[in-house]
């Protein structure tokens, strides 16, 4: 399986990074997990917010691999449980879906033209999360979605 995390804007903090770097490492016996940051666009150079939609959602959309199964985190997705992600991207797999692409947009979310884009929208509940957190989640969801779907064990 590859999964491709695309992320807006960048990990300034440290601590982001190392917690990133832990869980990509141990997802490396499960699938081939690429992250790629989306650079963040200031709303004075795009002319406001709907620029910066705009010009990131172009960038997204770009970065996405060909034929990739595209799952966009958003608050309004449907929420699913660990188990109930784990079978999600076990289903995908099992009926030939190699790729699959997780986008998570900016402070502002994305565009329309990103949400057209994505096969789904899924949600880690109703909580926002700053952006750079959801990517740790996302990365800790996803390993414990491969222990789950190859049950083995995994701390509670």
């Known amino acids: 399986?590859?999964?491709?995390?695309?992320?807006?804007?960048?990990?300034?903090?440290k601590f982001w990074a190392q917690a990133c770097e832990e869980y990509l490492k141990r997802l490396k016996p499960y699938a081939r997990v690429a992250v790629r940051e989306i650079p963040d666009i200031n709303p004075q150079q795009a002319g406001g917010i709907e620029g910066v939609l705009t010009r990131e959602g172009?960038?997204?959309?770009?970065?996405?691999?060909?034929?990739?199964?595209?799952?966009?985190?958003?608050?309004?997705g449907t929420q699913?449980?660990?188990p109930e992600l784990a079978s999600r991207i076990e289903a995908l797999g099992i009926g030939g879906q190699s790729s699959?692409?997780?986008?998570i947009g900016g402070s502002d979310g994305v565009g329309e033209t990103v949400k057209?884009?994505?096969n789904e929208a899924v949600s880690?509940?109703?909580?926002?999360?700053p952006?750079?957190?959801a990517r740790v989640v996302l990365l800790e969801q996803l390993y414990r979605a491969f222990k789950i779907i190859r049950r083995e064990p995994y701390h509670k």
């Open 1 to 13: 399986m590859n999964i491709t995390v695309l992320a807006v804007g960048k990990l300034k903090e």
């Open 58 to 76: 172009e960038a997204i959309c770009a970065a996405i691999p060909q034929d990739s199964y595209v799952m966009l985190l958003d608050i309004k």
């Open 80 to 82: 699913l449980s660990s």
């Open 100 to 103: 699959i692409t997780f986008v």
């Open 116 to 118: 057209k884009r994505a």
């Open 124 to 129: 880690f509940g109703r909580i926002t999360l």
């Open 131 to 133: 952006h750079n957190l």
